[in-house]
């Protein structure tokens, strides 16, 4: 029997497993902090198919001291990372496969239909928090790794595994993999591309911008400046800012994207009263960061354009829009578009799927860019599950979906690592 | 001695002690819910004055079936009005001098150059939360009543002073003071009118103005819709109603005031996530009702100004801002401009400060709605202190205006009530 066709049967064995592997991953809410028992599952799956595990938390004091750490933490005390290697036989190219464990939080719990860690199947759809971003992902390269330990296909090449923490406020998760020295010839992060293979990944930065006024009551309002009217200039200013930066992006990679490297503002908060003219607003967003840009640059751009503030109004002048980085930052990420790595996947995916992947620049941050501008990994982002539904209530992945990633990595991997 | 000058001489003797009063009333941080401390020194100076006292905390669950009742506590245990009767010899006018106890929160405590409670007195000022609003006004008050009494004048008519709570939060007090039968044939409110006198009164109001987005994630924020974007529609929109409802304001009261009935949005929140598309964002704010407008058609007018936002952005018909009325309200007022009261006020500046008066509208409500509306007691507002500085930090009072006030208000006590 052909690879393709015995790895094809192969993951119909597993199916009912991995289904149910993936409801026990998405019913632990891992939020940050809270990795622990999400990872307990993984580690058991690690031993099940037989590779070596290394588990350890990582060392925040020393992690601090990175150029690209980030953390809203203060420890990693509890949260560890997970490693699974599988020692391929020697003169192979190896392969790193990385999903991170944590989730972002459930939000407003009236908005989902269900219980978020419930993990409900309806319609051969799993819904839950994490289950697109990204347990599906992970669960389809547990699968991968499965399928051809349980099919004994050799490999040359090394595989290694990781269950990391943190990706969803920076990525010091798989920052520490990488200062604990795992690398690889190449690496596959399966977030939810919804299928589509992206070479390119965006990066991106948070900001505050915080805005100034004069408190007046709010009956003499004219006494005062209301920094709640000044914020509308700082947002019309992002705006445009946005516009100039995305006219400027040519590659075709970008060209179903609406808005290649968008800025949104997500948050508006000030004021305190009412009857009182509002004295301070703080406005937190995120902008996108090409795949070419440098972040510095980025950031240069933005203080460009605050700067210009006080062209369209003289109050900027004497009360300047605070501009600060903060939170979390995720590291832009490339492959050269001539790479056998991605070579590989394209055909993997052609073999397994029977039809031509979509080859996309991704509108978001993944892990991948701290590989190739820390790590130097060349790193392709694809996998199951969609970005439509992650972060947001009724999160769901289609299951189908995962078993048909796992077979791509699975022919993908024996592919690669004995190339 | 003429009246006049017996009352300026009487005032000198009293000027340490009603300082001293002063600074001892500012520094009980009467918030609300704190009024006790503060309350107990007003007794006190009742007492030596020799005033008949009636003391009670309001009935809440009596006062909250009142049309007119607002406030955002859920009792008033521990919080007493007090009032302080001189009967008159019969025969005159009575006067109602109603003061508010409570203050508004220091806030942001760096931005204060001393201790928001310690009094102090600097270039004859004296800083600190409530001296303005308006323990100022009420200690002119005493001071005018205590001047009387010193002096021996007989009066025909009833004095009955007035320290209420919960002015700040909508006039709860005040309306306690209106069920519990205190009644009068005109009463004077010092607020801090800088010694304007205000026979007009704003009225104003609270409203909530929640505005719905869609959320997605910020890196394909075109997939989403943000509640920030469009809440700036919604604040244009208020400003145009702002427009409007001014453009219509032709009393020559109103003529030094830039914008009679201001909109003001104090507040805005929304979104979760920097990363993320903001679904709801909601603006508090207040608006001034003017005298002669009835609360119901301003809400009307409102109303129908965000219901026009579906001819702005289709968005809204689908996802209509949610319009709440909420928290604290003031009545508007007016007195006739031929009223008695007013006459003798008006008389009484010029006998005392050898000048005219300026006559203008309050741009902001207080307690005096409550009486014209619900008491119909006519009620004029003019005291010492500013509102530029009440509400905010280093909030103070001019001393000499403190006793100015005092001068009048003996004066035209004398003559109303023997009127």
């Keep these: 029997m052909e690879l393709t066709d015995r790895i094809h049967e192969r993951i119909k064995v597993h199916r009912n497993s991995t289904v149910r ?4 991953l998405v019913q632990e809410r891992s939020v940050s902090g809270n990795e622990s028992a999400a990872q ?10 037989g590779l070596h595990i290394d588990i350890w938390e990582p060392n925040y004091a020393k992690l601090q001291q990175h150029p690209f750490f980030v953390s809203p933490r203060s420890t990693f005390i509890g949260s560890s990372n997970v490693v699974g290697i599988k020692k391929g036989l020697g003169g192979g190219k190896s392969i790193l496969l990385n999903g991170h464990i944590d989730v972002v939080p459930e939000g407003d719990i009236s908005q989902w239909e ?6 409900e199947i309806k319609d051969g759809k799993m819904f839950g928090r994490g289950t697109s971003d990204m347990k599906g992902g992970t669960v389809a390269l547990l699968l991968a790794i499965e399928v051809i330990h349980a099919l004994n296909i050799p490999l040359k090449g090394d595989i290694i595994f990781q269950s990391v923490i943190e990706e969803e406020s920076g990525g010091a998760g798989t920052l520490a993999t990488i200062t604990r020295g795992y690398t690889a010839d190449a690496a596959i992060i399966p977030e939810p591309t919804n299928m589509k293979i992206f070479p390119k990944q965006q990066g991106s930065m948070w900001f505050r911008l915080t805005v100034r006024g004069k408190s007046a009551h709010g009956g003499t309002r004219y006494e005062g400046v209301s920094a709640i009217d000044k914020s509308i200039l700082v947002i019309e ?7 100039t930066r995305n006219e400027k992006i040519k590659d075709p990679l970008y060209q179903n994207i609406p808005i290649p490297v968008p800025i949104n503002i997500g948050k508006i908060n000030g004021g305190s009263w009412p009857s009182t003219v509002a004295d301070e607003v703080r406005l937190e967003g995120r902008i996108g960061v090409a795949p070419e840009e440098s972040m510095e640059d980025v950031k240069l751009e933005v203080e460009r354009q605050i700067k210009l503030l006080t062209k369209k109004d003289e109050w900027f002048a004497e009360h300047p829009v605070e501009l600060t980085w903060f939170g979390a930052r995720w ?3 490339t492959i050269d578009l001539e790479h056998d790595a991605l070579k590989t996947l394209k055909n993997s995916f052609k073999e397994v799927l029977k039809r031509e992947p979509v080859i996309e620049a991704s509108p978001w941050g993944t892990d991948g860019g701290l590989f190739t501008q820390v790590a130097n990994i060349p790193t392709i982002v694809f996998g199951p599950g969609t970005t439509e539904v992650a972060h947001h209530p009724n999160e769901f992945i289609e299951i189908e979906k995962v078993l048909e990633a796992a077979e791509v990595f699975a022919h993908m991997i024996v592919e690669w690592c004995n190339n």
């Excluded at 269900?114 to 993990?119: I, K, L, R, V």
């Excluded at 200013?237 to 516009?243: D, G, I, P, S």
């Design 237 to 243: 200013a992002m705006q445009e800012l946005e516009r």
């Design 40 to 49: 307990a599952i993984i580690i058991e799956k690690l031993r099940e198919i």
């Design 114 to 119: 269900n219980d978020p860690y419930s993990a």
């Design 21 to 24: 592997l993936l409801q026990r």
């Design 331 to 333: 590291v832009p990420g």
